[in-house]
């Protein structure tokens, strides 16, 4: 469940793949994910506090879609902490049409209205 409340598909997590680090995991129902991981950690940009993160790539391959995303364990708490998805043409942007296409995220049911009609 979302914390919005949705159920979703949830992205795999870099701890998918780590057991295959360097190789691809199959995540059902059809996702092939990759970690790659560096040596060292990177801030969160924001300052925020607890904000540092492995640096480390997961490469998630949706094999019905034939689709692909690139995302960091920094991307998953930029998106989830600041609503941040990077800028255009920055290399690990985000576009998050892209990412809810390819990870298979359902649409959020529409807000319910303030005041009975």
Not at 19 to 31: D, E, Q, R, S, W
Request: charged fraction near 20%; aromatic fraction near 8%.
């Amino acid at each position: 469940t979302s914390k919005c409340g949705g159920t979703a598909t949830v992205p795999p997590r870099p701890d998918e793949a780590e057991a295959g680090l360097g190789g691809t995991v199959a995540v059902p129902p059809h996702f092939e994910v990759r970690s790659d991981s560096v040596r060292g950690r990177i801030p969160c940009p924001f300052g925020h506090k607890g904000g540092s993160f492995a640096k480390n790539t997961i490469i998630v391959d949706n094999t019905k879609l034939n689709k692909q995303v690139i995302y960091t364990d920094l991307t998953i708490h930029l998106i989830e902490e600041h609503g941040f998805y990077q800028g255009r043409g920055a290399f690990f942007r985000t576009d998050p049409a892209t990412l809810a296409e390819v990870l298979e995220v359902p649409p959020l049911p529409p807000p319910e209205a303030p005041f009975p009609v």
